[in-house]
């Protein structure tokens, strides 16, 4: 999570562009960032991700934002994606946009993540992260199995 986008000053609504991995361990288990939001006092758990740098294709910020939030490699992020429509709001910002999520897959159970190169604001709202049997209350985007099960029918893996 990173809040350096631009924000509507009539509305308070962003609607910068970013990409999201859903990460997948041997078992099928979902890899979810754990952050809280001190504005609305939430947990919230998502796939890594976040937005993309100037010049960058949602592919190429994909790749880079797990590495750099998990340590995991960006090669096994594959080349397709689903499209998710998303709002919601975070540290008082609400979001509404349409967002690609890329699907990776993991030979290993539960592979070791190492955050990296998390921005302060990311540092200081970071929790943890888990490997998800089933998806926790908080989990974002509330839809993530429909999300989960329409990357894993595309799959040509």
């Known amino acids: 999570m990173d809040s350096t986008e631009e924000e509507s000053p009539q509305t308070g609504v962003s609607d910068r562009r970013a990409a999201r991995v859903v990460c997948l361990d041997r078992d099928g288990r979902v890899l979810l960032m754990h952050w809280y939001d001190p504005v609305s006092r939430c947990d919230v758990y998502e796939p890594p991700g976040g937005g993309l740098d100037p ?63 998390l ?22 985007p509330p839809n993530l199995a429909e999300v989960v099960a329409k990357l894993r029918a595309a799959d040509p893996r």
């Open 55 to 117: 010049g960058e294709t949602p592919l190429e910020a994909a790749r880079r934002e797990l590495t750099e939030e998990t340590g995991l490699p960006g090669s096994a992020v594959g080349e397709w994606s689903v499209d998710v429509e998303r709002d919601f709001s975070w540290l008082g910002v609400r979001y509404v946009k349409t967002e690609p999520f890329f699907l990776a897959t993991f030979d290993e159970v539960r592979p070791e993540v190492v955050p990296g190169a």
């Open 119 to 140: 921005t302060e604001e990311e540092r200081s709202a970071h929790r943890g992260h888990l490997w998800a049997d089933r998806l926790p209350d908080g989990v974002e």
